[in-house]
């Protein structure tokens, strides 16, 4: 059995003991500057709807030295880099889907992402610092 990013994010989100349905979960092959995001977007209708992008350049790479931290936690190879990103933004997805008015990095984000994940910092690390190889 194939299990998608979705599917990961909904075992994420159960086993953070959150009952939330599990957003859309895309490959991103454009973003370059930041590893994950969380975006709501506007239908014609007026209808809200919430999607995850995870970066393919920087998540994809294969000449990263290992260990790296991201949040805060020290990853040992790229399962466990996706994994903290994703868990990031589920964070957002959560506040933003409960209703709160800031689903930013505030102190609700705060203390979800250490209560729930014990991610120590509040930011990737995996970005606009991370240089990405470009073709020759």
Request: a positive charge.
């Amino acid at each position: 059995m194939t299990f998608t990013l979705r599917h990961r994010a909904q075992a994420i989100l159960r086993e953070a003991g959150w009952d939330l349905p599990a957003p859309p979960v895309i490959w991103s092959p454009r973003m370059s500057r930041c590893a994950g995001l969380f975006v709501i977007e506007k239908d014609i209708r007026g209808k809200w709807h919430p999607e995850i992008r995870l970066s393919i350049p920087l998540l994809r790479r294969r000449d990263r030295a290992w260990p790296v931290q991201v949040c805060g936690c020290l990853c040992h190879d790229p399962e466990a880099v996706t994994r903290r990103i994703l868990e990031h933004e589920l964070i957002h997805y959560k506040l933003w889907k409960e209703g709160a008015k800031n689903w930013g990095h505030g102190e609700a984000f705060r203390a979800l992402a250490s209560g729930a994940f014990q991610h120590q910092s509040i930011t990737h690390g995996i970005g606009m610092d991370d240089e990405v190889p470009q073709p020759r």
